[in-house]
């Protein structure tokens, strides 16, 4: 969890240098409609890596058992 908190952090601290070492990694994933679901995605991160309650209710309401079997 340590490096999981690290990496949101780092993003969050700097994240154009994230976003470009990203794309080094993957190059297909460098496109207009991935970089705004990666700056878009900064919504979705925990600030202290604790589960959120709001989180399950939301992933609940959003999958359904045939989703995930």
């Not at 794309?23 to 919504?43: C, H, L, T, V």
């Not at 589960?51 to 999958?63: A, L």
């Amino acid at each position: 969890m340590k490096a999981v908190k690290k990496a949101t952090n780092y993003v969050l601290a700097e994240p154009e240098k994230a976003y470009a070492d990203y794309i080094d990694m993957k190059p297909a994933m460098g496109s207009d409609i991935n970089r705004k679901i990666f700056e878009r995605s900064f919504a979705y991160f925990s600030k202290d890596l604790q589960n959120v309650q709001r989180d399950w209710v939301s992933f609940r309401s959003s999958s359904s058992t045939e989703d995930v079997y």
